[in-house]
């Protein structure tokens, strides 16, 4: 067994087995795992400054989960739009594909809470390979984007044998993998690894970090590993009440995320997931966030803010307006609030 495979095999998968500080008051969260597994693994547990903290909160079991009534199952239709098993075809040129069921951790907000880690997440060689079949007998599919569950904790022989399949499909040009191992198990990027990922580019691969506090030297030792194999990092960051809410947070991470040469590349308003209703803003408060950040910080540190529409509807952008009125001259206002004109007569 790997390292990294013996921090995993260490996680804590019940409240109670939480050191007696961390635990949850409400005695309804042990029955939450039972419904929507914990696993908290001693690395990211040893980021956890005090309960109810924006780390505990996203690893934590909270008895209000199971008292979620507004949001659904599987908000994004994903399971409509599946022709094969383990395969989402929403947007003509580009398919998800499920290749794993396990994560590093399970976040509480998470959009696949209906099936990561639990038996309801049936993923098998024979499904890899139908999906495989799925994108080769359709040249139109450009870009795959790998998950789960995570990726990357797939064994390296299988991710290898993953890897290969898809680059002998001629018609696939990009290689995408979601992932969030970097933030909560840093220690999964290894040397050897690279060496696996470094032989298939063009690959991209989205991380998934929330909080500054996440971004820890471990993590900007494996982001900077992945970023020398020549892998472009970007960061899938989903909005959430009470962890990153407000600018000032929202600011520091972004900024943190580009030292470790990751650039931001969404900010997702929160999903209606079953369960995690407790997370989610209001898109007013997305906004406001991000009139906090375009132009007062580095063009490259900002995300695009946008919306997963339910039903399958796919991903819209909610950047706020600047606009005031457009027509034979455009009337805008600056970062700063100024009211600014532009000639419109072109
Ligand atoms: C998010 C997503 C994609 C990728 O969308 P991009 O905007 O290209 O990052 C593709 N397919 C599905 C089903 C998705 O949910
Ligand atoms: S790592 Fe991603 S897929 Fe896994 S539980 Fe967290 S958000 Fe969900």
Redesign the pocket.
Known sequence: MTRWQRILNQAITSPADLPRHLQPDDPGATEVSAHYPMRLNPYYLSLIKKKGDPLWLQAVPQGIELADQVCMADP?A?EN?SPVANL?H??PD???LLVTSQCAMYCRFCTRKRKVGTPAMVISDATVQEGLAYIRSHPRIK?V?ISGGDPLLLSDERLDRLLAGLRAIPSLQIIRMGSRVPCTLPMRVTKRLCAILKKYHPLYINTHFNHPDEVTPEAARACNRLADAGIPLGCQTVLLKGVNDNAETMASLMRSLLTVRVKPY?LFQGDLTRGTNHFRTTVECGQAIMRRLIGHISGMAVPTYAV?GPYGAG?VPLTPSYIQSLDRELCFTNYQGKTCFYDNNG
């Open positions: 994004l994903e739009l989402v929403k947007y580009r398919v998800l870009d984007l969404y997963d991903k």
